[in-house]
């Protein structure tokens, strides 16, 4: 008889978490794919007047109205002009404790990472000069270092916002 009961047996699965990965310039992130609706291609989207610089506007997306962020510019990047290979990534995102949908624009969609919980690595602390409030934590995976993001952190406006923030919710 085995000293692992069937519960116990389950508990590697649950170690193992998927990442939806992307690139921005030469950088990989990743996000949670539990968080992930879809994936579309770059589209125009409604400007909304007087957002911050990284909301590009909004899209109807079967019938719901979601912001679309520049990924880039809300994590301190400078802009880059969207190309063929640019994708929009629609995650479910947690604000207290209401789900809500945002999109956000990356450069390009790279892969699916599956990674053992446990190699996982905490954010180093950067000191007060640097701002680590979206990353959630690090991973290598095929030769390259992987920043995990908090997802529900990228829908939250800055202090720069300009009051959207109960339009788009």
Excluded at 35 to 61: D, H
Excluded at 120 to 146: C, R
Aim: proline content about 4%.
């Amino acid at each position: 008889m085995s000293a692992v009961s069937s519960s116990e047996s389950a508990l590697p699965y649950a170690d193992i978490g998927e990442y939806m990965a992307f690139a921005l310039g030469a950088e990989e992130y990743a996000v949670d794919i539990l968080r992930v609706q879809e994936i579309r291609g770059w589209e125009a989207v409604t400007r909304i007047p007087n957002s911050p610089s990284y909301v590009k506007g909004v899209l109807n997306l079967r019938g719901t109205i979601i912001p679309v962020f520049d990924l880039r510019q809300r994590l301190g990047m400078p802009f880059r002009a969207y190309e063929k290979e640019t994708a929009v990534i629609i995650l479910t995102i947690l604000d207290g404790e209401k789900r809500r949908s945002i999109g956000v624009a990356v450069d390009r969609v790279s892969s699916v990472l599956s990674s053992a919980r446990k190699h996982i690595q905490t954010t180093p602390n950067f000191g007060a000069q640097l701002n680590a409030d979206f990353i959630d934590g690090l991973v290598t995976a095929n030769g390259k270092l992987v920043t995990l993001l908090k997802v529900d952190r990228l829908g939250c406006f800055s202090s720069e916002g300009s009051g959207i923030e109960s339009e788009l919710a």
